[in-house]
């Protein structure tokens, strides 16, 4: 069992959500990255995911597109990432998800990339362009890495082919709150409720929402339906800043712990 799992034991049995930002490695650098790691743990986060930059994300809306080109553009490579992310692994206990394409592991090799994302301190992974209902192989090489293999549910993914995903999915299913690629959004589908009751009836991993979700009280609208919250965007577009003004570090990663905290904050409230 990874450090995933007790975050959502814990939580559910306050009737709390779990909270979980994203922010992408090496933007604007990565002992910036290792600086935001730090502060969200401090402001409550119990899972980080650390999206791995690239260049063909498929669905990743603008905002965080862009933070994969600033980190590109950086020069930012895999084995970086894991050196940075080995160093603050050794400092905070909240368990780190890597959001990675699967032509990042392809290209360095399945059994290399698991071996050294492990080593890291990773805790899981998602694979987005990895069909989850193929990924037989690649899940028993994360199972005895003993590193959770987190699987995505769309809101267009058939009843009987979210089952087959869920098979080869442990930690928690990823359900994507609307069709379409991630961003902000004024307020989330009627659909989704009825999805994750669907998805509660199939599986007893942990249902964590992601895509759209900025709000406290959209977060609120998911109690009783799922046990985490994922909020990207909303956090990533505190970096852009940075990219015209890097003398705003600090100021930026005040307003990132500022804005997480409050989040924190409603989905850790006991009701």
């Given amino acids: 069992m990874s450090a995933i799992a007790p975050v959502f034991t814990r939580r559910t049995a306050e009737n709390q959500l779990a909270f979980m930002p994203f922010i992408t490695a090496g933007d ?105 209902d193929e990924a037989d192989q690649f899940a028993e090489l994360a199972r005895t890495a003993k590193l959770d293999l987190i699987q995505l549910i769309a809101p267009t993914t058939p009843g009987d082919r979210a089952a087959r995903i869920m098979q080869n999915s442990t930690g928690f299913v990823y359900c994507i709150a609307v069709a379409g690629t991630t961003g902000v959004r004024e307020a989330l589908p009627d659909e989704l409720q009825q999805m994750l ?20 009280d959209q977060i609120d609208g998911l109690r009783g339906l799922a046990q985490g919250v994922i909020v990207g965007s909303a956090i990533v577009r505190f970096l852009e800043t940075l990219a015209t003004d890097p003398t705003q570090r600090d100021a930026v990663l005040k307003q990132v712990h500022e804005f997480a905290a409050t989040l924190a904050k409603t989905a850790h409230e006991s009701r």
């Fill in 28 to 132: 604007p650098d990565l002992p910036m990255t290792a600086r935001l790691i730090r502060e969200l743990s401090a402001a409550g986060a119990d899972l980080i995911e650390i999206g791995f930059p690239y260049s063909d994300p498929i669905a990743d809306g603008p905002v965080i597109q862009a933070s994969y080109t600033r980190a590109l553009n950086n020069k930012v490579h895999v084995a970086d990432i894991f050196a940075t992310v080995a160093e603050v692994t050794r400092d905070i206990t909240t368990p780190l998800v890597a959001m990675v394409s699967y032509a990042i592991i392809f290209r360095i090799g399945p059994d290399k990339f698991v071996e050294q994302a492990a080593g890291a301190g990773f805790a899981g992974l998602i694979v987005p362009d990895l069909p989850g």
């Fill in 197 to 216: 009751r669907q998805l509660r009836e199939r599986t007893e991993l942990p249902l964590a929402v992601g895509f759209g979700i900025s709000r406290a």
